[in-house]
């Protein structure tokens, strides 16, 4: 493997990278905000991962033709358009990823408004004096 090889793949270099962030920042940390933070580097790193990979070279929107979708589908088939090989990108890495984007704010916001119900409980967002606190009472 040359080196070549290695740099022409940088956009998984980069997720792995961002993979590594994310969940360090969880395990490391007793913050509840920055296990978030944690939490959200490591998803944009799976979205990442899953939108490079459904990325194909040269593709295109799957759209259909318009002289197709008007039922002159013959007449779209003759002649140089024809020999042409059209390639399509799969667009369902893109859809899933939008839902796991929906689904990544949903439960960011629903940890967040916890962490504010814990601050004003507790006094504190540190897990560690939170469990401790927890234990006494």
Not at 115 to 134: A, F, H, K, N, P
Request: glycine share 8%; proline share 4%; aromatic share 8%.
């Amino acid at each position: 493997m040359n080196l070549e090889q290695i740099f022409g793949l940088y956009n998984y270099w980069i997720v792995i990278c961002l993979m590594m962030t994310g969940f360090y920042i969880v395990i490391a940390s007793q913050n509840m905000v920055k296990v978030v933070l944690g939490l959200n580097i490591f998803q944009t790193s799976v979205i990442l991962m899953y939108v490079t990979m459904g990325k194909v070279e040269g593709g295109t929107a799957p759209i259909v033709p318009p002289a197709i979708a008007n039922g002159h589908a013959a007449e779209a088939a003759t002649g140089h358009a024809a020999a042409e090989a059209i390639i399509y990108s799969n667009p369902l890495p893109s859809v899933l990823m939008l839902t796991a984007i929906v689904v990544g704010i949903a439960t960011t916001s629903l940890a967040l408004a916890l962490i504010v119900r814990i601050r004003e409980e507790y006094g504190t967002i540190d897990e560690s004096e939170v469990l401790e606190m927890d234990l006494q009472s």
